[in-house]
C-alpha cells in the first residue's frame, strides 16, 4: 500500500476557486460600504450647510441669493457670511470630488430663481449619493470643471428633504 503526501489537482483547483469567490464577495462589501460612508458623510455637510443658512437668515430675513461652491479637490470652496458675520468659514468638500458636488440654488416668493436684492424664502442644497448610482463602475474624474452633474438625487430645504 502506497502513502500520497500531497494534494492533487481537483482539490488545488477547487480551494482555489473558494478562495477566489470568498475575495471577490469582500471586495464588493468593502467598496459597497466606502460608498455608503461616503454619502454619510454628504448627508452630514449638507446638514451643516443647512444650518448655517439658517443662521444666515435669521440675521438677514432672507437666505443668500447665491453661494460660491468650487468643484474641484485642489482649491478651497466658498463660505457662507454676510457683512458682518460668517456662518460657515469653509464650504466643505465632497468626499469623492468633483462629479458629486454639492450645489445651491434659491427661490424668491414666486418660486423663481432668486436674483439680489429680491428676498430669497426659499432653497435648495443638493447632491449625487453614490449609493443611488447605477450603470457606472468608473469612478468620477477628480479635476477641475465648471460642469455640474447632469441631476441631484438627494435635495434638501428649509423644511427637510425636497
Known amino acids: 500500500m502506497r502513502l500520497r503526501k500531497g494534494f492533487t489537482l481537483i482539490e488545488l483547483i477547487i480551494v482555489v476557486s473558494i478562495i477566489s469567490v470568498l475575495v471577490a464577495l469582500g471586495t464588493s462589501i468593502y467598496a459597497s460600504a466606502q460608498r455608503s460612508s461616503r454619502d454619510g458623510k454628504r448627508k452630514t455637510d449638507l446638514a451643516n450647510i443647512q444650518a448655517a443658512l439658517e443662521q444666515y437668515r435669521s440675521n438677514n430675513n432672507s437666505y443668500p441669493a447665491s453661494l460660491i461652491i468650487k ?50 424664502v426659499d432653497y435648495t442644497v443638493s447632491t ?31 423644511n427637510g428633504p425636497k
Open 71 to 120: 468643484p474641484d479637490c485642489t482649491s478651497s470652496n466658498g463660505a457662507i457670511s454676510d457683512v458682518s458675520n460668517t456662518y460657515m468659514t469653509v464650504i466643505p468638500k465632497d468626499p469623492y470630488c468633483q462629479l458629486y458636488q454639492y450645489q445651491y440654488s434659491a427661490k424668491d416668493t414666486g418660486g423663481s430663481t432668486c436674483v439680489a436684492p429680491t428676498p430669497c
Open 128 to 158: 449625487y449619493l453614490e449609493s443611488s448610482r447605477t450603470g457606472c463602475s468608473s469612478p468620477p474624474n477628480c479635476s477641475y470643471s465648471l460642469t455640474p452633474p447632469v441631476s441631484c438625487n438627494y435635495c434638501q430645504g428649509p
